[in-house]
């Protein structure tokens, strides 16, 4: 059901859960202090316990009344990405912020979004809690269609066009004086030198953490659970394609010529990842809409800036 603004923000003062728009994929929001409608999030998406959400909030001065202490380089961060896809894991004081929404843990995640929709709404709700508005492990939502097929017609949707970035913010977590990527997404590692003097890391996978480091590093609990999966088995390949193999589709690219026998689900031209992760989990959930059971894809492209998030978003939808 798509809604106004004005009954979005009703609907939030009144412990209610509604999706929002943001520029990188769809939220479910809550309002931040709400532990009911924050509990509706986690009932309605499936979403393991031990999985955290992000604090979006209209500006970076707000996050001053949840953190302990801030790195000098926070307003260096704010001013160069916010608004927009950058999330940020810092320290909070004790009793500041819910459980349910930091998961226990003695951080939390804070981003200030830029689309126009999510900020006026931010100015009449105060801070609100948004995961992707997914059902959990499935591709993010962006669009309100999108937002609808996992939550049924009569879901609130506050409809704000298709995302425009369409995949999740980057995470940046502060660790023993450092920032490290917890999640990449819409922003590349390399954006971060100029502001910041050097290239965050990425923290270790979790499968290459034993059970003491678990607890040690610094990661993004989410990134344990299975993720941006379509029904549909993914078969990558570069060059050749193992034309023995009955499968019918391939989701490649237009400037690259494939046999005709396939239908493609097109992630537009090499030249332009910004329209290919515009289009990823479009293209992923259109395999499910159209019952596709198994699909090529075509992981021969460029092995930097955007595209190497793509190309993690594409390994975790084909690993089971
Ligand atoms: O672009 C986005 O970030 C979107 C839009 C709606 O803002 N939101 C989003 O939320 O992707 P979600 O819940 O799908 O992913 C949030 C990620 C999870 O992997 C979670 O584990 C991590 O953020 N996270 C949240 N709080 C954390 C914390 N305190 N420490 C480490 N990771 C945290
Ligand atoms: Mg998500």
Same mark, same amino acid.
């Given at each position: ?30 309002? =931040? ?175 290459? =953490?034993?059970?003491?480091? =678990? ?106």
């Amino acid at each position: 059901m798509r809604i106004s603004l004005a009954d979005a923000a009703t609907l939030l003062l009144t412990s209610e859960v509604v999706a929002v728009p943001t520029e990188t994929v769809y939220g479910l929001a809550a309002c =931040l202090n709400d532990f009911t409608a924050i509990q509706k999030i986690y009932t309605l998406k499936s979403r393991p316990p031990q999985n955290p959400l992000i604090i979006h909030v209209a500006s970076s001065q707000q996050i001053h009344e949840y953190v302990e202490e801030l790195p000098d380089s926070f307003e260096a961060l704010a001013a160069a990405f916010w608004p927009g896809p950058l999330t940020l894991v810092l320290p909070v004081k004790s009793n500041k912020v819910l459980n349910i929404v930091t998961a226990g843990l003695k951080t939390a995640a804070f981003r200030v979004p830029r689309h126009s929709l999510t900020r006026k709404l931010l100015a009449m709700t105060g801070p609100l809690v948004m995961p992707s508005a997914n059902l959990s492990g499935k591709p993010s939502s962006t669009s309100a269609e999108h937002v609808e097929k996992d939550f049924t017609l009569d879901f609130p949707v506050l409809d704000g066009g298709p995302s425009e970035e369409g995949l999740e913010s980057t995470i940046l977590i502060w660790d023993s004086k450092k920032w490290v990527i917890g999640r990449l997404g819409a922003l590349d590692a390399d954006c971060f030198l100029p502001v910041i003097g050097y290239i965050p890391g990425l923290t270790k996978k979790h499968n290459d =953490l034993d059970v003491n480091e =678990l607890k040690e590093t610094p990661t993004c609990p989410g990134q344990m659970f299975r993720h941006y999966a379509p029904k549909a088995r993914l078969i990558f390949f570069k060059q050749d394609l193992l034309t023995t193999n009955p499968c019918q589709v391939i989701v490649g690219f237009d400037d690259k010529s494939y046999s005709r026998e396939f239908k493609i689900y097109s992630l537009g031209l090499l030249k332009n990842p910004k329209v290919a992760a515009e289009r990823l989990y479009a293209v992923l959930r259109q395999l499910d809409q159209d019952e596709v059971k198994e699909a090529f894809v075509d992981m021969d492209f460029p092995a930097n800036g955007l595209w190497i998030t793509i190309r993690e978003r594409l390994e975790k939808a084909a690993s089971s």
